[in-house]
């Protein structure tokens, strides 16, 4: 079954420590995207990429960076967590054009104490 | 950039009651998504309206692509406590030859105390 996974569903983590988040999908998508949400609040792009050795910054600056070595593989990195990071962390592909919509994971909810 | 007005904000609701929410934007748009978010996941695509004046159902959901190609409305009717979540219109943006999703800040349904 074609689908988008994130790993893991839930962090914690100490202040300074490096982690990174996996997204990967098995449709085929060119497409991938990293947003940001706060508990109930507005999506925030902050990374897309349109193929492999593509990545593009979103519209919300963050600290966070990604690859895309493979077109399945789009993970999202933090070289030094901060408790300011804390936050739900998307993943979601689309086909080329998103006619159809993005394909959203379930999310990674970070928190960094 | 170009941005949506997403209303209400947040809403509560008692079973059984019909729903109602809207999305608009001073500019055209040929595209509209609405999708849904339960709390802890990823949104999921209800439905996508091509056509303005369209009129789509899903279940007990009804979207309409507004014929002024501005705005889109979304309405559940007979609501059950599994509506609670968060939902976002989205439109498509083709700037750049590249499809890219451009998402209102979500109106929030609670069940009423």
């Known amino acids: 079954e074609a689908d988008i996974y994130q790993t893991p569903r839930y962090l914690v983590i100490g202040t300074g420590k490096k982690i990174t988040l996996e997204c990967s999908q098995t449709m085929g998508h060119d497409k991938m995207y990293w947003y940001q949400q706060d508990p109930g609040m507005e999506l925030h792009l902050i990374h897309y990429s349109y193929g492999v050795n593509s990545t593009e910054k979103g519209d919300l600056s963050s600290e966070s960076t990604v690859s895309r070595i493979r077109t399945e593989h789009f993970p999202l990195t933090l070289e030094s967590a901060r408790p300011s990071h804390t936050s739900q962390y998307l993943c979601?592909?689309?086909?080329?054009?998103?006619?159809?919509?993005?394909?959203f994971g379930s999310g990674t909810r970070l928190t960094v104490v | 950039g170009q941005q949506l007005n997403q209303s209400p904000q947040s809403m509560f609701i008692q079973e059984g009651e019909d729903v109602s929410m809207n999305c608009t934007s001073s500019?055209?748009?040929?595209?509209w998504l609405w999708y849904k978010q339960d709390p802890g996941e990823g949104p999921v695509l209800l439905i996508a309206l091509y056509k303005a004046g369209e009129l789509t159902s899903n279940g007990r959901l009804t979207a309409q692509f507004g014929i002024t190609r501005k705005d889109s409305f979304l309405n559940i009717s007979a609501s059950i406590p599994s509506d609670v979540g968060i939902y976002f219109c989205a439109y498509l943006n083709y700037g750049g030859s590249q499809g890219n999703l451009i998402f209102g800040k979500g109106t929030k349904l609670s069940v009423k105390p």
């Open positions: 979601a592909s689309s086909a080329t054009g998103a006619l159809y919509g993005y394909t």
């Open positions: 500019s055209i748009f040929n595209t």
